[in-house]
């Protein structure tokens, strides 16, 4: 991993986050997404969230950066309501959308530029050296001037975490950072996280379905399933799991003869 | 995100040009006075009729607008006319308003002399003197009307005068006719005469309409006929002075002339009519009178011409060009 | 959508007077009410970035030439042929009653005090509303929105408020335009139609005789109105946009139709107050 090594894009002078989840529920009228999740991340952990999909992952990650609030509970981070949008003025914090959600009007290196522009971080040169750097580490030097509908569904993704490290976050939430990727590009990803954690404290959040990643890189494991979190703990305890429904999600058996196969029959 | 510079420009460019039009706009249209109206004083104008004038009208000085009619209003046995006028327009208390109406559609406006100097202005709610103004029409009866009567009274005075064989005695009493009347006759004769100096030297409304070959045929008609009256007048009065010379010479036969009372009653009434003609013309009284003192009937007319004139002129341009010729001569 | 508030925070925890009595509005009511109100906040909300205007340059420049510069060419078009129709069906009518003389005052007026205003509000609800509401709608639903918030980029300060500037710059100068274009318009067909022929000379007479620049400012101040409240709503309907692309063609037919009735009542409104 030589690009992030003695020029990274974060100083990393602001102190690590921690963030907490307490008795998290979330209604979309009468639907329960969320049921009294509760967990804590620590300043600089790396803590990734598995479960199936829709179980609420991606909801859950946007409460903790306030673009949902809670329907009871309460999420903090860096002990301030995640749901005030005044957290965001003083705990810097990035979420690299499940989608990408770059600005499809901006090219790839206005997309990165954006923030710092925003909020006049240094000059255009300056601008320009820290977004280019964040662009090599994804290897994007050659996309800077594309527009995100001329990008693949991998690069977005890129895009979308170089994106994130530009702003040199306090708290970096990943959804699904790896789900497009190749497996070099995924080992990246996985490197420049644990990377981050390493060198600037920055608390990682990422949710995932990748197993691999997950017990390389992760302190603690949360898995979510039906609402609740079924599993919390440090990656060791996932390798002999004692509740049969983690068990099921780690090591699914294929079943051709499972009865909901039955309606592709025939 | 840069801005590509052209497109900078372009709006620049955009936005200029619509704060431009906007001024110009404002200029064309206010004169470069705010846009809020000038509260300014009120002034009322009592006249017999206020013909097309209605509330809106502009109120004029000199051919300056200085206001508007705010209302008009029916007061006892005349009309009102309620002027607002530019609170920084003062207007002289001799100062006369008269109704003028423009254009044959009857857009009319008031319009205001400058008064003199020695008069005090006149304060806020005061009533400003006013005039009665002939409209063109009412000019044309008249000047035919007054016309004919002056021949008819001159045709009336030939026959009393000359008599006939059935009326010998006519003269009989012109002597003392004649005495009574001195003073009169001689002042209708220098009235005619100065008249008709003005006339010929082009002065006056009636000379200039003399002098203008573009005007209204029937304007020069009546102007006609009444040159030709005041001829005849003149000529006639050359008689009668020759007459009063010789009967004062004590020469001719008057002795010889019988007495005739219808006779010496027509020449009586001849005279009156004319006397009264002609001092109304001096003065200025009458629409005869109004014609050779004031010019604002010649104006008017002229104003009509002009704009005829103008029309004819534009028809001849035509094409794109036209367009814009307008708006530079005409708009702006 | 059922008539709740369930959409907003404040329906958290019990529901006050105001909010139960709110429930049991018919929910068109209801819908304008809340339409009015978030439209209103996300003002407020924007014009506390006023003060970042400045480094808002760029984009208000960038909206300046959607707004006004592309725009441009359709308001002239459409304004010639208002103010042609404008001269012809007034010519046509006067004809016989008489006040075709009138007819420079008539257009020009006519112009300058609604259709000029109107007309540029119902082109730029049309043209530039519909593409804000599609704009905006579709970076709500792909996220970019929510992508902002993270960023501590409040939409309000980047998206709405160059918008919201750059409509006030431009709409005077569509307005004026779409007066003058309106006005030779006029002019034109009063000279070349043959039971009007007008000269051009006597119609712009008459129009200075009977306007005022006050008559043009009165069309100015209205066509600010409408722009921005276009604009606004355009914005709010925008940024409220839930779903998926199906409900961005909702937002921007939804953002037109209000665009346009409120250009109406408004209309209706600031001409008596300006009277
Ligand atoms: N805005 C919303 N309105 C209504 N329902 C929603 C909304 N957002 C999410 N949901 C529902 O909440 C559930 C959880 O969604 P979420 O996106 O969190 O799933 P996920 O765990 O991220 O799944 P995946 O792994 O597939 O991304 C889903 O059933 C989804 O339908
Ligand atoms: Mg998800």
Redesign the pocket.
Known sequence: MPAANSTSPLPGAAPAVGVTVESLS?R??T?E?LRGVSFAVQPGEIFVLM????????????HLVGL?SPSAGQTTVAGLDASDPTTRERVRMALVF?AGALFNSLSVYDNLALYPREHRLGDEAAIRDRVMRALQILSLENAAHKFPAELSGGMKKRVAIARALVMEPQLLLY??PTSELDPVMSATITEIIATLRQRYQVTSIV?S?DRDLALAIADRIGI?MGGELIFLGPSADLRNPTDPRVADFLNPRIDLEHPRFKHLET | MTNNPQQTARVGLFFLLGMALIWVTFETLSGGKLWFKDKGYQLVAGFDSLKELKAGDDVRMAGVKIGDVALTRLAGRRAEAVLRIDSDKRIKADATATIVTQGLIGTGYVSIDLGTDAAPFLPAGGEIRTAATADLNSVMAQLGDLGRKLEGALGGLGTSLNGDSRQPGLLQKVDTILTENRENLSRTTANLQQITDKVNRGEGTLGRLLNDSRLHDELLAGVTELKQGATQARSFLANAEELVAEVKRGRGTLGALVYDQKAADDLKASLASLREVSEQLAQGRGTLGQLLKDDSLVRETRALLKKADRAIDNLDDTGPITAVGVVANGLF | MPNTLSASPASRGTPSVTDRLLTWLPTPVFQVLHGTGSTLLLLGRTLRHVPSLPRQFGRFIEQCHLIGYTTMPIVGILSFFIGSVLALQSGHAGENVGYKQFIGALVGLTMARELGPVMAAVLLAGRVGSAIAAELASMKVYQEVDALETMNIPPERMLVLPRLAAVLTMMPVLTIMADLVGWFGGAIVSKYTHFISIEPASYFANLRQYMDFSDVLNGLIKAEVFGVTVVLVCCNIGLNT?GGPREIGASVTRAVVTSLILILVLDFFVTKALM
Do not use: A, I, T
């Open positions: 979330k979309f009228g639907f997404v479960g199936p999909s829709g179980s609420g992952k991606s909801v859950l990650l946007k949902e499940q959804d699904e949710v379905h979510l | 839930r």
